[in-house]
């Protein structure tokens, strides 16, 4: 099993950006799909962005659509979320998690945290109005 670890929050005010990085270390980064999620206080954990193995492959939330843009670099075994325009909504503790199934069976839908077996812990991301 994957370990995931997110770096990169912070608190900034409405309209900034926001580069999140998550680290992996155990079995080959390279054979998982990648997503990014997140959770607001007292709400359920929503789903993000998604990338393929390979990076050639994203897909988002229509929440973040235009605004946020997952990557990959697997030379160095990491994913990233580049978050711009952000607003107050946005504000929540952010996860990537690692997922064995194949991109195109997970965004047939709207991706669950079910879809993946391994995340991170998190990191806190807060913009101000």
């Known amino acids: 099993q994957a370990q995931l670890v997110e770096s990169g929050g912070g608190l900034v005010q409405a309209g900034a950006s926001l580069r999140l990085t998550c680290a992996s270390s155990?079995?080959?980064?390279?054979?998982?799909?990648m997503g990014w999620f997140r959770q607001a206080p007292g709400k359920a954990r929503e789903f993000v962005a998604l990338i393929s193995q390979s990076g050639g492959s994203t897909y988002y939330a229509d929440s973040v659509k235009a605004r946020f843009s997952i990557s990959r670099d697997n030379t160095k075994d990491t994913v990233y979320l580049q978050m711009n325009m952000l607003k107050p909504e946005d504000t929540a503790v952010y996860y990537c998690?690692?997922?064995?199934?194949?991109?195109?069976?997970?965004?047939?839908?709207?991706?669950?945290?079910?879809?993946?077996?391994?995340w991170g812990q998190g990191t806190q991301v807060t913009v101000s109005s």
């Open positions: 155990g079995r080959t980064f390279s054979n998982y799909a």
């Open positions: 998690a690692a997922t064995s199934r194949a991109f195109y069976t997970i965004r047939q839908g709207t991706p669950t945290p079910d879809d993946f077996r391994s």
